[in-house]
């Protein structure tokens, strides 16, 4: 049985998300198990990384699925990415070892995040980056990101339940710069909690153009309540970059 590693690109606008849906045949992961299907004539269940929202992209996506084909990796590539929609594409396929599992073989991820702050929205950035047109203070906003960066509870900046498992994560980096009338937000952190870098988006947001105050991080740090934390950005902005491991 081969173990094959999967790095995989795909705009998310279309789809319900990354994983497989018993009611919908609109996901990334659906999508790839049924050609797949086709061509090993094997039922394959991908393991993914993680989850992506409805709207969300990948640049760097990573799974992994077994099967006995005998096909080599370039005709798999080949294969994939001639029946695949063309919004979903197989970057690389490496053959790995046995025991390699795309989920918890992780030990970190890098996303982007893009916030359009022009007066005027974009036909051609629509479904790519997050339409906030405010006047945006970004000393604050850094200074925001410098009070997230390091090892924390980050139960209050997600939408999980308070849970027996550790809500404990790490941020290595979160910075922000402008690219022309994009703001580029990089999370990379040895994981991130469901809607943990939306959340957070929407903090900065909202510390950015003054309704919110900066120490507002800390309490919710303290108190662990979601609601103190800001909005749910909505997740056409956020791109899936890169997971790394070991």
């Known amino acids: 049985m081969r173990n094959i590693k999967m790095t995989i690109e795909y705009d998310g606008k279309r789809y319900q998300g990354w994983q497989r849906l018993g009611d919908s045949d609109k996901t990334i992961q659906g999508k790839i198990e049924n050609i797949l299907k086709q061509m090993t004539e094997e039922t ?13 992209h ?15 990796l370039a005709e798999m590539v080949e294969f994939l990415n001639r029946y695949l929609p063309r919004d979903i594409v197989v970057k690389e396929l490496k053959e790995v070892a046995e ?4 989920r918890y073989n992780s030990n970190g991820k890098k996303y982007s ?8 929205p974009s036909a051609f950035d629509y479904h790519y980056s997050y339409h906030y047109p405010q006047t945006l203070d970004l000393e604050k906003m850094n200074q925001a990101c410098q009070k997230l960066i390091g090892t924390h509870d980050f139960l209050g900046f997600s939408s999980l339940k308070k849970t027996k498992k550790s809500s404990t994560r790490t941020i290595k980096e979160l910075s922000v710069q402008r690219e022309g009338d994009n703001l580029h937000f990089t999370f990379v952190g040895d994981g991130f909690l469901y809607n943990m870098v939306r959340i957070i988006m929407g903090t900065l947001l909202e510390i950015g153009d003054g309704t919110r105050k900066l120490s507002s991080i800390d309490e919710v740090f303290e108190k662990k309540i979601r609601q103190d934390a800001g ?8 791109f899936l970059d890169e997971v790394y491991y070991n």
């Open 44 to 56: 394959i269940e991908i393991i993914g990384s993680g989850r992506t929202d409805a709207g969300a």
């Open 58 to 72: 990948a640049r760097g996506q990573v799974a992994n699925f077994k099967t006995e084909s005998t096909l080599g």
């Open 99 to 102: 025991r390699f599992h795309a």
């Open 113 to 120: 995040y893009y916030v359009r702050t022009a007066t005027i």
């Open 231 to 238: 909005i749910t950005v909505p997740a056409q902005g956020l």
